[in-house]
């Protein structure tokens, strides 16, 4: 009887230490989200050397806006919005990948200019964004390489069209992928 005892009071026991390293882990696991940080503080700073890129652009451009035929204005002015779909990229992917995967940004909460997206999208909706913005990115790069195209079609062209096919297609399967899961989450939820 005394070993039945004893035996019952070394389970809980183990139970409890075995609770304490499962805590432990799992702690320590949800802790690694931090890591992420830097990348995100990375991102940030990149914006801002885009912008020093950005402005050393539009002042060159500004310089010569005299002498530049409304082609080539137009190249300039696409080179511009590039950039700046760029930036607004960077944004999104710091913004929800910060939300998403290493904590709220409390700041922003009750920001009155908080962007109304912020908070709302998930990995599933970040990769949209995501791919919508290289498409919008490929779309400009395409456009511009026509108005600098001669007659002819080069092999760079073609495989920036096909790039640019990639990425279009890329984007619709991702979507249609989100729109059969949410479709199977729809149909378990009313299961």
């Not at 590039?82 to 909460?109: C, H, P, Q, W």
């Not at 920001?111 to 290289?134: E, F, N, T």
């Not at 079609?153 to 899961?181: E, N, Q, Y």
Request: hydrophobic share 50%; proline share 2%.
């Amino acid at each position: 009887m005394a070993t039945a005892k004893k035996a019952s009071t070394e389970a809980p026991e183990m139970k409890n230490n075995h609770n304490a390293v499962e805590s432990a882990i799992e702690h320590t696991l949800f802790s690694t989200r931090w890591l992420l940080a830097p990348f995100y503080l990375g991102l940030a700073l990149s914006l801002g050397l885009l912008l020093i890129k950005f402005g050393q652009e539009f002042w060159a451009f500004a310089q010569n806006i005299i002498s530049l035929d409304l082609h080539d204005v137009t190249l300039g002015i696409l080179g511009l919005l590039d950039m700046t779909l760029l930036g607004n990229l960077i944004l999104i992917v710091i913004f929800a990948g910060y939300e998403n995967f290493v904590s709220k940004i409390e700041t922003a909460r009750h920001a009155v200019d908080r962007p109304h997206w912020m908070g709302r999208v998930d990995y599933s909706g970040l990769k949209i964004k995501l791919i919508g913005s290289l498409v919008a990115i490929s779309v400009i790069e395409l456009l511009k390489d026509f108005m600098e195209a001669n007659t002819h079609v080069s092999d760079g062209l073609k495989w920036r069209i096909f790039i640019h096919i990639t990425f279009v297609v890329s984007g619709v399967l991702f979507a249609l992928m989100d729109w059969i899961a949410d479709k199977r989450h729809d149909v378990d939820m009313h299961a």
